[in-house]
Nanobody
Framework: QVQLAESGGGLVQAGDSLRISCAASGRTFSANAMGWFRQAPGKERELVATITWGTGNPYYADSVKGRFTISRDNAKNTVYMQMNSLKPEDTAVYYC????????????????????WGQGTRVTVSS
């Protein structure tokens, strides 16, 4: 059974750092882009960052550019996101997901382009 398991969320103060992880099991996803999304209460799920297969080129939402870094370790079948200078508006449940098209160079930025999702990890940033 294919599963994604996020971990590393928690309660931090504004300005702190946190690293969240997403471990895949059941199969390898080295040929797929991976993404991190977040959903705050009352808001739609939004893309935070995505990383391509192969060379692992990242893409970031403007709101996190310069503060967050996405990376992947294909040997460990794991995707990470280092979050620095956290702000209260970063508070959300963070989900990792696998893009539907393997070996694709097209940028996948919407939730419906991702086919496998984790259960999420909650990040709360206090002011």
């Amino acid at each position: 059974q294919v599963q994604l398991a996020e971990s590393g969320g928690g309660l931090v103060q504004a300005g702190d750092s946190l690293r969240i992880s997403c471990a895949a099991s059941g199969r390898t996803f080295s040929a797929n882009a991976m993404g991190w999304f977040r959903q705050a209460p009352g808001k739609e799920r939004e893309l935070v960052a995505t990383i391509t297969w192969g060379t692992g080129n990242p893409y970031y939402a403007d709101s996190v550019k310069g503060r967050f870094t996405i990376s992947r370790d294909n040997a460990k079948n794991t995707v990470y996101m280092q979050m620095n200078s956290l702000k209260p508006e970063d508070t959300a449940v963070y989900y990792c997901a696998v893009a539907s098209r393997p070996f694709s160079f097209l940028l996948s930025t919407t939730p419906d382009e991702y086919i496998i999702w984790g259960q999420g990890t909650r990040v709360t940033v206090s002011s």
